[in-house]
C-alpha cells in the first residue's frame, strides 16, 4: 500500500499570504496525484489532477507541481474561502489511498 | 447535472451489517467512462478508499476489508450499494459514495455523506 505523508498537519495564514502543502509518497507513484479540498461538513471537492492540472472552475490561485514521491500544493494569495482541510490523493494502484490531511485556517 | 446521494440506517449494532445505497441521477451507472465508489471517513482523519465498481461488472476492494466487504450495481433503478460485515466502533465514520472518471481518476462527484455509527 502506498503510504502519503503530509506536512504540515495545521497551518495558521494570514490573507493573501502564500501556502505551501506538501505530500511524500513511499513509493515512485509518477504524477498519478491529486489534491482535494474540503471544508467542514462538506464533500470533498478535486483541485488539482496529475501533479500539476488545473480544474475548470477551481481559482487559478491553487497550483500544484512534483511527480515521483515529493508534490507539493500551492496556494497564492489565500482568501478567507480557502479556510478548509486539503487531502493528497494517489491513484497510482490499489489500494487507493489519502494523506492525512493538511488544516489551514486563516488567522 | 450529476448528482449522487447516500441513504441508509446512521445506527448498527456490533457484528451486524452496514448497508448503505447511492442513488445517482444525471448520468447512467452503466456508462463505461465510470467507476462508482464507496469512501469512508472517519471524524478527524482522512479518507479511507473503500472500494469500486465498474459498468462491467468487475469489483476492486481495499485489502483491510476485502473479507466484509461487498459493492453491488442496481441498474435499474440506477442505484449502487455497500455491505459491510461483522462491523465493530472501528467502523463508525462518514461513509461517501462517489464517482470516478476513467479518464483521468478523479473522484469528481461526491455524495453529501451519510454518518453511520457503530454501538449497542
Known amino acids: 500500500e502506498i503510504v502519503l505523508t503530509q506536512s504540515p498537519d495545521f497551518q495558521s495564514v494570514t490573507p493573501k499570504e502564500k501556502v505551501t502543502i506538501t505530500c511524500r509518497a513511499s513509493?515512485?507513484?509518477?504524477?498519478?496525484l491529486h489534491w482535494y479540498q474540503q471544508k467542514p461538513d462538506q464533500s470533498p471537492k478535486v483541485l488539482i489532477k496529475?501533479?500539476?492540472q488545473s480544474i475548470s472552475g477551481v481559482p487559478s490561485r491553487f497550483s500544484g507541481s512534483g511527480s515521483g514521491t515529493d508534490f507539493t500544493l500551492t496556494i497564492n494569495s489565500l482568501e478567507a474561502e480557502d479556510a478548509a482541510t486539503y487531502y493528497c490523493?494517489?491513484?497510482?494502484?490499489?489500494?487507493?489511498?489519502f494523506g492525512g490531511g493538511t488544516k489551514v485556517e486563516i488567522k | 447535472q450529476v448528482q449522487l446521494q447516500e441513504s441508509g440506517p446512521g445506527l448498527v449494532k456490533p457484528s451486524q451489517t452496514l448497508s448503505l445505497t447511492c442513488t445517482v441521477s444525471?448520468?447512467?451507472?452503466?456508462?463505461?467512462?465510470?467507476?462508482w465508489t464507496w469512501i469512508r471517513q472517519p471524524a478527524g482523519k482522512g479518507p479511507e478508499w473503500i472500494g469500486r465498481?465498474?459498468?462491467?461488472?468487475?469489483?476492486d476492494y481495499n485489502p483491510s476489508l476485502q473479507s466484509r466487504v461487498t459493492i453491488s450495481l442496481d441498474r435499474t433503478k440506477n442505484q449502487f450499494s455497500l455491505n459491510l460485515y461483522f462491523v465493530t466502533a472501528a467502523d463508525t465514520a462518514v461513509y461517501y459514495c462517489?464517482?470516478?472518471?476513467?479518464?483521468?481518476?478523479?473522484?469528481?462527484?461526491w455524495g453529501q455523506g451519510t454518518l453511520v455509527t457503530v454501538s449497542s
Open positions: 462517489g464517482r470516478v472518471s476513467t479518464g483521468d481518476y478523479t473522484i469528481d462527484y
Open positions: 444525471g448520468v447512467s451507472i452503466s456508462s463505461g467512462y465510470y467507476y
Open positions: 465498481f465498474y459498468s462491467s461488472g468487475s469489483t
Open positions: 513509493q515512485n507513484i509518477g504524477n498519478s
Open positions: 496529475y501533479a500539476s
Open positions: 490523493h494517489q491513484s497510482s494502484s490499489l489500494p487507493l489511498t
